[in-house]
């Protein structure tokens, strides 16, 4: 499967545990995009990556929430001492290069939901 | 500051009839691209068309066609000879090719096909 991995699909944590979620985009794609969408919302951008690079953290909370996409393995979204807010599906989309004009290509999203 | 609206929450339409999901947006940019997903109930995000800021031809492909109107600011969807696995939400989508490549989502419409 080429195309863009996210793990875990569910995943169900306390108030107050940490959540990780990871994104291995699509093969020849260097470029990552974390969305949260919301019950019955649209998809909020979150953060930009390339590899070793954060490029754009414009939607990403001020605190509790950090992202890295490291040279080797896949991005991931960190979520600490997690609460109720905080359950949403996590989209990752992936691109493959700079200046790349056309569509993202999502992933099938991550669920989470604290308890 | 970039900005997409959709202003109808749901629509309706009856299966084989054609039927349009609005969507405007405001940027300040001359470069950009507009894009259109699908989330149908099981969640996954689905490219359907682009078109990009300098296009002079509507988009198309197949059933799916973008009624572009620069001036106006819009890009509305129009799904021909609609089926009842078009029922989902759809979500209009705009990238600043200036301001990188994240992409800004409106608020989406859930359409319901009627046998």
């Known amino acids: 499967n080429a195309g863009v991995m996210q793990n875990p699909r569910h995943l169900v944590r306390r108030r107050g545990q940490e959540a990780r979620l990871r994104c291995s985009p699509m093969?020849?794609?260097?470029?990552v995009y974390w969305y949260r969408q919301l019950p019955e919302e649209g998809l909020k951008f979150m953060v930009y990556?390339?590899?070793?690079?954060?490029?754009?953290e414009s939607g990403m909370p001020k605190e509790r929430f950090s992202a890295e996409f490291p040279k080797e393995g896949p991005s991931i979204l960190r979520i600490q001492q997690v609460v109720r807010g905080d359950s949403a599906a996590y989209f990752c989309?992936?691109?493959?290069?700079?200046?790349?004009?056309?569509?993202?290509?999502f992933g099938e999203g991550s669920r989470l939901t604290v308890l | 500051a970039q900005k997409i609206t959709q202003t109808q929450p749901g629509m309706f339409v009856q299966e084989k009839e054609a039927v349009t999901l609005d969507c405007t947006y405001d940027?300040?940019?001359?470069?950009?691209?507009l894009f259109w997903y699908k989330q149908p109930s099981s969640g996954e995000m689905i490219f359907l068309i682009y078109?990009?800021?300098?296009?002079?031809q509507n988009a198309t492909e197949g059933r799916y066609s973008l009624n572009f109107q620069k001036a106006r600011k819009s890009a509305n969807l129009v799904i021909s000879a609609s089926q009842l696995g078009d029922s989902a939400m759809y979500f209009c989508?705009?990238?600043?090719?200036?301001?990188?490549?994240?992409?800004?989502f409106g608020q989406g419409t859930e359409l319901s096909v009627k046998p």
């Open positions: 940027t300040s940019d001359q470069s950009y691209g």
């Open positions: 990556l390339q590899k070793e690079n954060i490029i754009d």
């Open positions: 078109q990009g800021s300098y296009d002079e």
């Open positions: 989508a705009m990238r600043d090719n200036n301001q990188g490549g994240k992409l800004i």
């Open positions: 093969k020849g794609h260097s470029h």
């Open positions: 989309a992936s691109s493959p290069e700079t200046g790349y004009t056309g569509e993202l290509f």
